[in-house]
């Protein structure tokens, strides 16, 4: 089983500010097969980014993501008030593993 | 619009059994692998189970193999968990998706909450 290690654990930024979220995999991950969630408290988790490095539909063009092999980040470029939440990486090459999240909280 | 909705949680005593329900619509359910997740209180994400298409194929976590059962019916779109001798650590809300493009999760329910307890 793959082993994905995000962090920090917790990002700590203001309104404005860049945000870079790390993935870390156990072993390689193809890149068609790494994704992104926000998860806002109650609510499913909503996909932002999936092969690594494409907005899902509707996603902004505030979030990208980019990487390969086991190092993946996702980049949110200015942070609004809806984008604190947390964030889930996820890859699926022989079964789905998440990781354990990094939480986006305001300053 | 893709909606998934699933139904069948509450509470139940540790060795119980409780069948989770996610009713599917707005897109061809047959066409699609389908996933159980959850998530234990203020925890991450968890991955559960799959099944194939047609349903020849199902695979499970270590955590769950041999007490829980994924299933399908593709005329009522609709999927199931079948979960046996529950445990206090199975509490968790269990959220059913489907399978994207890329192997991600494109659509997820909204959410089932299980609680294991006497």
């Known amino acids: 089983e793959i082993v994905l290690t995000q962090s920090p654990g917790t990002l700590s930024l203001s309104p404005g500010e860049r945000a870079a979220l790390s993935c870390r995999a156990s072993q390689s991950v193809i890149s068609s097969y790494l994704a992104w969630y926000q998860q806002k408290p109650g609510q499913a988790p909503r996909r932002l980014i999936y092969?690594?490095?494409t907005r899902a539909t509707g996603i902004p063009d505030r979030f990208s993501g980019t990487g390969s092999g086991t190092d993946f980040t996702l980049t949110i470029s200015r942070l609004e008030p809806e984008d604190f939440a947390v964030y889930y990486c996820q890859q699926y090459v022989s079964s789905p593993t998440f990781g354990g999240g990094t939480k986006v909280e305001i300053k | 619009e893709v909606q998934l909705v699933e139904s069948g949680g509450g509470l139940v005593q540790p060795g119980g059994s409780l069948r989770l329900s996610c009713a599917a619509s707005g897109f061809t359910f047959s066409r699609y692998w389908m996933h159980w997740v959850r998530q234990a209180p203020g925890k991450g994400l968890v991955w559960v189970s799959q099944i194939e298409t047609d349903g020849s194929s199902t695979t499970y976590a270590e955590s769950v193999k041999g007490r829980f059962t994924i299933s399908r019916d593709n005329a009522k779109n609709t999927l199931y968990l079948q979960m046996n001798s529950l445990r206090a650590e199975d509490t968790a809300v269990y959220y059913c998706?489907?399978?994207?493009?890329?192997?991600?999760?494109?659509?997820w329910g909204q959410g089932a909450l299980v609680i294991v307890s006497s």
């Open positions: 092969g690594a490095s």
């Open positions: 998706a489907r399978t994207g493009s890329a192997r991600d999760f494109d659509y």
